[in-house]
């Protein structure tokens, strides 16, 4: 680091000091509690241990103010099929062939430091990312042209239509402030943004955001948001027995029942990871055993009792899954026609298990368990220590697969191990849970785990297709939906068929159920949380640029 | 040579070894700190592409392809410097930064609770190693059950019934965070009452421990000829319990506690982890489970530094108080 | 407390007129140790428990059997209820009794062997191999133990996984501790004259430290087994808590982890929460109660001490029979002596 660096963190560091002082000060006079009351909402997004402080955007390590300080361009809603929400922009467009995206941005926005955001901001940003490829996460490399105060337009070599969403979803930073400052090393202390709430204070145990009464869409209601450090799920879980904050995602005991047991709280479930028996599948890359045969992998789909599951596993809070992944009910309207079971049985068909296997040439053997050529039908899950969630769901699936005949153990190993053995492929089978995109259209998912450029020979550490798919079809159809625009169903269905017909057929990641996202809010005190009628943002809390959208819409009672 | 001396460079020698072994056993270590920090972005649901890989791999520095001594080398070069490099979970937060917010909370909780627990235990045990047979050693089979009683397990049901049932005392955390850590009245009231059922339920596995180990050297050093002789003599049993049996049968417990005191550190893990307490465990055990080698080397040298200093200490004051140990040299 | 049972008074009535000629006749016999109420609890807890741990988990039904009923109380059919997904709680807790069980014995040997062998033998010998023991001692006392599970656990293959290799682990880095304790001892023994002169006498070195050194030491390296069993056992509870435990086998600690992963205890769920824990509490607080006993029998000061109490007290009563002013214990023991 720099010795001109050093002394400005130190005199930075100072203010904050001096400000968390005053601060405290009037804190101490108005004498409020930890607990939750009045304006402050208290949430807990599932940190494990004291926060180090990091608010720059860039940083991996950051610790919130995406969002909340930092906007982006666009909100994308992942829960739902719907249009961007405009934030710093107002409209976008693409040109014929996708090279070039047209931003409106809005004209009457202030960074919180009272300097003006305009379109040199935006490009500065883009340029930013561009020249630092260390935080360069998304991979841009456009050329960003400011054509006035309030226009600006990205240019790239090839179609970029399924990168708007990452691209609009950037985090803007101030030009005047980030030109001086090292992008990859700065933990942006006093962070300085256009959002709805500014960093009150910072400690390792607890930070504060205050809402911005500048801020250009009406200063929110909520006017203080706190951010908690506990130590887990288990914590989180007994400070909303004690009441001592507002909002968590994650699990609490009998969770069907929340109302019941916390007149004040509420449960809201949301659905966007599917949870499946990931498999080491290509033996033309180096995959081993019975998980291999496509016919195996499809008979473990039609052997699991999914309702049991669910109860047992779960809590009751996944919901089905499509075989081709896409979110039921949101993208049921991107599924293939030609897919006839669009939605996993709830229930086991073992007969139809036992029929798939039979017919690719697996013999039952004297113990009840299939075998061919000498091999018996007995697999092993990795499962990682202490998800006890999935090592139930494991063994649950090991009874209910002992019905169609294949034998199934589970192995735990530490999350390090358990990555590294799937990324390198040695394993046979790993529970697991994919992932969406910026947004909600199944063509992310399609391209983080089924494109080939994302895999590797077994040994060598492979991207998010650790299951070694590979298909030149559905690669090519992948290719030809990147030049599409996202809105254009009648052009890009035919590509989604293809995919879809060969992710039935090969089924690489055995589909189990859609995961839930549970999250349990604070109804007494707060108002406007997202809900079926209205969904406007993915509900967790741990999801910045959701999070974001809710605090602004959450209304205190009373 | 003399005894001191002696000590001292041995102590430099242990130092040199542990240290080794703190460099060798994070490069042990299954997977790499850049796939565990994907992963464990992409379970805060953000998504990761090949890019995002590059673009860690690249910050993070990634895979180093130096030879090992090489490492090595530069390893003890900046620890002579007191640098201890960048932890990766909180980058770019320097290790020592990240260790020295957290120290504070474990040194002050279970010291604490440490020497209250022996300081308490070795007195009892003195008082019921002396008269034993009196009501006193009924108290032993409870303080057993106490110390073999899990440390969680205990915190787990004390948090039930005190904080969450009765609503005596917090449930979780360090202190009410709405106040500001500094030596004002208001925060150490609020730090004590978060901290008393932390130190409580240290306190509580821990005294058996000592209160036992205490009274079996006290019965045992009661035996011993210079106390018939001292009886003999015709001395007061309080001095004879004072000058005479105490002194010799706590030389163990002294040793004892320099081993505890070492780990205050490492032992907390667990009780911090029931508490949410802000301590030096979080920390560490976040460090094992994101590969965050340079912070987990880190906590490993404070722990280290702390056994070993304790140790001698005791050593020094072991040649103080029994210098039979001293003759030897 | 000495007529809680009646059952203790004969061997010390035996013992009594026996007593001025107990060296004579020490031999076998006297490392019986003597029936006392706290040993017979201790006993009956370490018996129950082990037993338990034996026998049970041939008697009941597969521990990890789901059944769809979910989370119950203790019923007719489950006498210790079971867990949120329908696993028989007594099931469980006698297959982690057993594992626990095996963890504890294992570390328990490995560690008193280790810890006895450095901090003894290096005591003794002193000079060089004395600081080379110390300095290897002091190295294992600083390796934190739960990066080192994770490590080795990284390097065993999967199939021998688990239970031992925790053990081993604990073992490891829990010996350093009591050689710590050993060592100190040793190196007073070690000053003592009756050693100095077995020395001078040409005795070899292990025969002295057998046969003038050990037996100084039994009752530490007895209580030092006891605790590492215990330590053991809790450490792997510990371990297991925080996720990092004997994964693929069940003990005590895995048991306890699922059920505070199943919110047991907020759910009220005692059934399921609670058994695993006592079960470790009871078997500790039964060791420690033997160790007690184990120790009068090892160093017969111990049980002479105990009985000059006894005599003490029956002399005191006698004198207070007597409407005497109370004296001085100490001065009874004398005249005892």
Redesign the interface.
Known sequence: MSPKNASRRRAAAALAGAA??GL?LT??SGG???SSSGDTLVVYTGQ???Y???FNPF???KIGGMGTIFESLFFYNKAEVRDPEPLLGTEESWNEDGTVLSVTLRDDVQWTDGEAFTADDVVFTFDLLKAT???????YDGTAAAVDDTHVTLTFATPMFTKAP?LLSTPIVPEHLWKDIDP????VEKPVGTGAFTLKEF????YTLESNPDYWGGEPKVKEI?Y?????N??G???I??G?IDWQTG????IQNTHENFPDYDAYTQW?NQMVLGTCSNPDLGCEGPQTDPAVRKALYYAMDRD?LN???FMDTANDVSPVFTLTPSQDQFVSPAIEEPVASPTAQTDTAVQTLEAAGWAKGSDGIYEKDGERLALTVEVV??W?DYI?AV??IA?QAKEAGIEIT????????W??KR?KGEFELAIDSL????TADPY?LYN?FFVS??TAQVGE?A??NYARFSDPDVDAALASLSSLPLDDVAARQPYFDTIQAAVWEDMPYVPIMTGGTTSVWNTAEFTGWPSDEDLYA?P?V??AWDCAEIFKHLEPRG | MNYFLRKLSFYAVALWAALTLNFAIPRLLPGNPVDILLAKLQQRGEAVTPETRKAYALLLGGDTSDPLWVQYWDYLKNLARGDLGVSVSYYPAKVSDVILTSLPWTVVLVGVATIIAAVLGVLLGAIVGWRPGTWLDSLIPSTTLLAAVPYFWLALILVYLLARVLGWFPLQGGYDVVLTPGWNGEFIASAIQYGFLPALTIVLASIGGWLLGMRNMMVSTLSEDYILTAEAKGLSPRKILRSYASRNAVLPSVAGFAISLGFVVSGSVITEQVFSYPGIGGRLLGAVTNNDYALMQGVFLFITLAVLGANLLVDLLYGLIDPRTRARA | MTNLKPANTTPVADADPAAPAAPARSGWRSLLPTMTPWLAIGLALVGGIVLFGLIAPLLVGDPRQIRDQGLTPPSAEFWLGTTQTGQDVLAQLAFATRGSLQIGLLVGVLATVLSAFFGIYGAYRGKFLDDAFSLFTNVFLVIPGLPLVIVISGFVPRESRGLWTIAVVLAVTGWAASARVLHAQTLSVRQRDYVAASQVSGERPWRVIVVEILPNLLPVIASQFVFAVIAAILGEAGLSYIGLGASNSATLGTMLFYAQNGFALSLGAWWWFVPPGLMIALFGTGLSLVNFSIDEVINPKLKNLRQHRRRARRALRLERELARASRRTAAVKETDR
């Open positions: 968390v002082l405290a804190a101490c409020s509690g930890s494990a241990g004291d180090q402080v990091n940083s991996p390590t490829p260390a935080i360069n996460g998304g991979g990452d990859t090393a700065d933990v400690k390792p145990q607890a706190r908690l450090s506990l130590s887990g288990q914590a879980a007994d400070a027995a004690a001592t699990p609490i005991p009998d966007q049991q109860s047992l596993a220590t202490g006890t139930t063994d649950t009874s589970a192995a735990q190993s530490s999350w390090n191990e990555t590294d990324l992932w969406q995109g910026p992310y983080y450029t994302a550490s991207g998010n993915f967790a741990w999801s």
